[in-house]
């Protein structure tokens, strides 16, 4: 079966589950479930292509539409753990990684999963127990030095040690559990500064931030935290429907240049986070 077949039958799903869904919870309203739809399609179109991008730049903004942040993260975490997964098994596919239990990026990946599990127990139980605008000023705060350090440090060469990268994914994944954002920004980056192929890095990411999602969902979930469906249906479409075509758009797009305006873009999001906290 080729590469377009499976996208399109990936995309006739995910539209039959959707409409599905719809119509089994109801209560949508369609001008939100568009914008939230459209919305998500973007950001995943950059994560999946990018290895960044998705709840750096969703939270921020659900955040300036009115959304809450106990809303918020549990459910962005709950979309990103499926489109994180589909979008490895898409770079699988596509040859931009190889993830198989014999493939050359499969203990990077692992490598990159275990050292999300200080990091999201931290974060999770930060999120849970501090006040909402304080949690405010510290989701802008992460997205404001996420984009910083993507800008920052895009052109620097760092040698390549599996202790470096353990360390970088408990910080990156307590970002994405007290924000739903800065996992990313901080992973893949990290990995490209220290040798790791452009495309295989963003593979890799996918991975290691789906298990990284899936981890601190089911310690929200036993915090007594929930999924908002209303907001949870139309986010999870928009980023499915996305994945297949970020990941082959990611053999065309320059990467250098869309890590720049993610990070540009990711740091205007973070100080318009933290104006919006304090006013």
């Not at 399109?8 to 939230?36: H, K």
């Not at 179109?45 to 539409?65: E, F, N, R, V």
């Amino acid at each position: 079966m080729t590469y377009r077949t499976k996208c399109t039958l990936w995309i006739g799903l995910i539209c039959v589950l959707f409409f599905l869904s719809i119509w089994r919870y109801g209560g949508l309203d369609i001008t939100d479930a568009l914008v939230l739809f459209g919305l998500c399609f973007a950001c995943e179109l950059i994560d999946s292509g990018l290895g960044m991008g998705y709840g750096t730049i969703l939270t921020p903004a659900l955040l300036m539409l009115g959304y809450q942040p106990q809303d918020i993260v549990p459910t962005i975490l709950f979309s990103e753990l499926l489109s994180g997964f589909s979008a490895s098994f898409f770079h699988n596919e596509i040859k931009n990684v190889e993830l198989g239990v014999h493939g050359k990026d499969f203990n990077p990946a692992v490598i990159l999963a275990a050292g999300s599990v200080v990091g999201v127990t931290a974060g999770v139980f930060l999120s849970v127990n501090i006040p909402k605008d304080v949690l405010r000023i510290a989701i802008g705060c992460i997205i404001l030095m996420s984009g910083l350090f993507v800008v920052l440090v895009s052109r620097r060469v760092i040698e390549y040690k599996k202790w470096k990268m353990i360390v970088l994914s408990g910080i990156a994944s307590f970002n994405k559990a007290v924000s739903g954002g800065g996992y990313g920004p901080l992973v893949t980056s990290g990995q490209i500064l220290s040798g790791v192929q452009g495309k295989a890095a963003v593979g890799i990411t996918s991975f290691a931030e789906a298990f990284t999602c899936l981890l601190a969902v089911i310690l929200f979930l036993s915090q007594g935290g929930f999924i908002n469906l209303q907001i949870f249906i139309p986010m999870c479409a928009g980023a499915l429907l996305s994945v297949p075509c970020s990941v082959f758009a990611i053999n065309k797009a320059n990467e250098d240049h869309f890590k720049i305006i993610v990070g540009v873009v990711t740091m205007c999001l973070g100080a318009l986070t933290i104006y919006k906290a304090l006013s």
